[in-house]
C-alpha cells in the first residue's frame, strides 16, 4: 500500500455513457497527476494539479475529460461520452519532490 | 522516437539468472525511476536515481548521465520478480516520462 487510493478499481461502462474516477493522495503531498496507460503501453501523462490549481494539460486530454482538485486534497476525473477509445487504466500518483507514489488504478472499459 | 527507450521490451529467464534491463533516454532529465508493475496495475516505485548506483536488495540501478542510459539489474531471479519493470524520467514539473515497459517472466 502506498497511501495513495483509487476509487473504483474497474469499471465497465456502456459507450456514451459519463463516467467518474476519484484520487485520493499522501495527505501532505500538493502534487497530483493523472496518467492513462493502453495494454502493453507505459503510462502517458494526462493533467496535474498543484494544490487545487490544474497546472498543465495534456493533448491527450480531450474536451470529454475534465479533472479537479477542489480542496487541493482529493482529485476526481471526469470522462463524458465515453468512448471504447478511452478504455485504458487510470493512474494518479501524487509527490512532494521528485518521488511519485502511485495508487493501484482504475481499469475502464467501455462496451 | 520515444523520448525514453526500454529494451528489451519482454525478457524470459530461469530462476536463478542475472537480469539486466535496459534504458535510454533523449533529453534533459531531472532524475530517473525505475518502476514495477504486477498485473492488476498497481506501480511500486524501486528507485530513484540523479546519478551513479543504488542497490536494494537483489536489484541494482545505476544510470550514466553523459550516456543518458540506465540499466536495471537482478540478482539471482526468482518468479516472484516477474513482472512489467518501466523505466521513468523527470521532466519538468516533476511529470514522468515513461518507458513502454519490460515484461519479465522468470520460470522455476
Known amino acids: 500500500d502506498t497511501g495513495v487510493s483509487q476509487d473504483p478499481r474497474h469499471k465497465i461502462t456502456k459507450r456514451g455513457q459519463n463516467v467518474t474516477f476519484r484520487c485520493d493522495p499522501i495527505s501532505e503531498h500538493n502534487r497530483l497527476y493523472w496518467y492513462r496507460q493502453t495494454l502493453g503501453q507505459g503510462p502517458e501523462f494526462l493533467t496535474y494539479?498543484?494544490?487545487?490549481?490544474?497546472?498543465?494539460k495534456s493533448r491527450l486530454l480531450s474536451d470529454r475529460f475534465s479533472a479537479e482538485r477542489p480542496k487541493g486534497s482529493f482529485s476526481t476525473l471526469e470522462i463524458q461520452r465515453t468512448e471504447q477509445g478511452d478504455s485504458a487504466m487510470y493512474l494518479c500518483a501524487s509527490t512532494r519532490g521528485p518521488e511519485a507514489f502511485f495508487g493501484q488504478g482504475t481499469r475502464l472499459t467501455v462496451v | 522516437k520515444n523520448e525514453v527507450e526500454q529494451s528489451p521490451q519482454n525478457l524470459t529467464a530461469q530462476e536463478g539468472e542475472f537480469i539486466t534491463i535496459n534504458c535510454s533516454y533523449s533529453?534533459?532529465?531531472?532524475?530517473l525511476h525505475w518502476l514495477q508493475q504486477h498485473p492488476g496495475g498497481g506501480i511500486v516505485s524501486l528507485f530513484m536515481l540523479s546519478s551513479g548506483k543504488k542497490k536494494h536488495g537483489r536489484l541494482i540501478a545505476t544510470i550514466n548521465i553523459q550516456e543518458k542510459h540506465s540499466s536495471l539489474h537482478i540478482t539471482a531471479s526468482h518468479p516472484r520478480d516477474s513482472a512489467v519493470y518501466i523505466c521513468a524520467v523527470n521532466r519538468g514539473a516533476q511529470k514522468l516520462v515513461f518507458g513502454q515497459g519490460t515484461r519479465l517472466t522468470i520460470n522455476p
Open positions: 494539479f498543484q494544490n487545487e490549481a490544474q497546472l498543465e
Open positions: 533529453v534533459g532529465i531531472s532524475a
